[in-house]
Every structure is written in structure tokens, then in C-alpha cells.
């Protein structure tokens, strides 16, 4: 793949969007090999967090790109939107926790990558925006729908309508990044996080994510249901016996087996 790069670090395995000569902006070439990509470590039942960057220190994913993007008739903005949309789904239903590891400019399809993630850790000089209606169109990798729903319709619609861009403090203030960080401590603390996350039981943890990605799409009562079912799903896992075993018997370091 010309520009992505995938590495594995113990369970831990990070995805760099390479491209750094166009602030890693998201052509259909980008999109293709991410796609691919994440279905490589979706593969490997032996990464249990995935963490998603940008190449270089001034860029996460400068969104969408405009050189692409300027020609395209109706119909092929739709396939571009689609596909789009479809990659970030993956990122956001993918099968362990993903943690963007944002590192300078997150605007547009960049936002909307990290807003497809389960966690965002920012480096201080990030920077967060939704700039479409600037270039007379709309966010279309999701932005319209994730931003809302992560911070609230007034600050996503402020934000979306006005075009500015936000620091990451601001983005943590509104609670769009879990937490800022130095620049140099961006990739330390994410991946430390990343292998925290991997330490437990891999199966269990993926039940999680399901229980709450889904039940925020539904009613309480419904929400209830569906972790009653992760919840009792768990106990035909080995690692359920195994995590509670090691609790009774006082073992420290566990070793899950992703059982
Ligand atoms: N698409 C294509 N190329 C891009 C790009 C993008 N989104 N962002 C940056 N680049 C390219 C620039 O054209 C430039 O290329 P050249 O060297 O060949 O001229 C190179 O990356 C470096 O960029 P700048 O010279 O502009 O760097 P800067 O430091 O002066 O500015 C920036 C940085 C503020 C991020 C500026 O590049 C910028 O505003 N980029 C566009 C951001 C944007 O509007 N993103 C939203 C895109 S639309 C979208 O994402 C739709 C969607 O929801 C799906």
C-alpha cells in the first residue's frame, strides 16, 4: 500500500495514514487502501486495539480531497460519500476498540475519521473543524450526524455552520477528544492506553463496545436488552471463567486467551 501503513506492537496494532505531502487527505486511493487495511487487522485475531494517525507533525487528515472532490457530477459525489461513510462504519462497528491518535489538523473527512473511533487522545497542537459549507458543501463522511450526537446539535450545528475551526482544548471542552497531551507524549499515552485496553479480556471488551454503540442508537428499555444479552453472552467464554478464577484466587497478572 502506498499510503497506509500498518505496525503491531504486542496486541496493539496502529494504522498510519500516509500521505503527508497533502496533510493526508482522504483521496479515493486513501479511502481504498483504509479499507483494506482495516480489514488486514480485522484478520489478525490477535490485535485486541487498534489505534488510527496521521503521518508527520502537522497533520491527522485534512478531510476530504478538494482537488478530487471539485469535478465530480451528483452521482459520483454520492459513490465518493458512500464509500466514505461505509469506511468510517467499519472503524466505528470495528471488532476491538479503535483510538485515533490525533496529531496536528483533523478538519472535515479528518474529523469525521476520529469521530468514527471509540476514543480521541489530542495532541496540543490539533486542530478541529468542520470547514464543508466553506467550500459549498456539506460534512459528508458522517459529520453531520457523529458531531451531533458526540457534542451536542448546538455546538455541532455552531460548529458546522459557521465553518471554524476549534484547538483541542476547546475539543476537550466540549468533550470531542477524551483528553490533550504534548505532542511528544501523543503516541506514548495513546499506546499505553491502547495496551491497558488490550490487558483485558479481549471478547468481553468487543461485547462492550457492541452494548454501547448500539444502545445509543435506541431507547433504554431496548439498551437494557442488549447488554442483558453481551452480558450473559460473556459466560460461554473461556475468559469469563478465567477472569473470575484468577479474582478468587487472587492471580494479579492475567493472561486472557480471547476465548
Ligand atoms: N484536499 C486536498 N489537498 C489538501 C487538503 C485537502 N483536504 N488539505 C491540504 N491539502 C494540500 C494542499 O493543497 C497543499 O498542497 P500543495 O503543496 O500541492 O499546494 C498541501 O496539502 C499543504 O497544504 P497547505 O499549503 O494548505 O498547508 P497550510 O499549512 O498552509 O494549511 C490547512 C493547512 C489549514 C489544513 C489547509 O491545507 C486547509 O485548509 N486544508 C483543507 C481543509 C478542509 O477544508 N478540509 C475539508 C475538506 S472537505 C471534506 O472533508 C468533505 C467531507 O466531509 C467528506
Redesign the pocket.
Known amino acids: 500500500m502506498e499510503t497506509i501503513l500498518i505496525a503491531k506492537e504486542g496486541h496493539v496494532a496502529t494504522i498510519t495514514i500516509n500521505r503527508p ?3 493526508n ?2 483521496s479515493t486511493q486513501v479511502l481504498t487502501e483504509l479499507n483494506a487495511a482495516l480489514d488486514e487487522v480485522a484478520a489478525d485475531q490477535d490485535v485486541y486495539a487498534l489505534v488510527i494517525t496521521g503521518a508527520g507533525e ?2 491527522f487528515v ?8 471539485k469535478d465530480k457530477s451528483v452521482e459520483e459525489a454520492a459513490v465518493y ?1 458512500k464509500f ?1 461513510n461505509e469506511v468510517f462504519r467499519k472503524i466505528e462497528t470495528f471488532r476491538c476498540p479503535v483510538i485515533a491518535a490525533v496529531n496536528g ?1 483533523a ?4 474529523c ?1 475519521l476520529a469521530m468514527s473511533c471509540d476514543i480521541r487522545i489530542a495532541a496540543e497542537n490539533a486542530v478541529f473543524g ?3 459549507v ?2 459549498g ?1 456539506t ?3 458522517g ?1 453531520t450526524q457523529r458531531l451531533a450526537r458526540l457534542v451536542g446539535a448546538g455546538i455541532a450545528k455552531e460548529m458546522i455552520y459557521t465553518a471554524r475551526n476549534i484547538k483541542a482544548d476547546r475539543a476537550a471542552e466540549i468533550g470531542l477528544v477524551n483528553k490533550v497531551v504534548a505532542a511528544e507524549e501523543l503516541m506514548p499515552t495513546v499506546m499505553k492506553m491502547a495496551a491497558g485496553i488490550a490487558k483485558n479480556a479481549p471478547i468481553a471488551v468487543a461485547y462492550a463496545k457492541k452494548a454501547i454503540n448500539n444502545g445509543l442508537q435506541t431507547d433504554i428499555d431496548n439498551g437494557i436488552a442488549i447488554e442483558v444479552e453481551e452480558f450473559s453472552n460473556c459466560f460461554a467464554t473461556e475468559d469469563q471463567t478465567y477472569g473470575m478464577t484468577c479474582f478468587l484466587e487472587k492471580v494479579r497478572e492475567k493472561q486472557f486467551s480471547n476465548k
Do not use: N, R, V, W
Not at 485534512?62 to 472532490?69: N, Q, R
Not at 478538519?107 to 479528518?110: K, R, V, W
Open positions: 505531502k497533502a496533510l487527505a482522504l502537522k497533520s485534512a478531510g476530504a480531497d478538494i482537488a478530487e472532490m460519500g466514505g489538523f478538519l472535515g473527512g479528518g469525521e468542520q470547514p464543508e466553506g467550500l458543501i460534512p459528508g463522511f459529520g
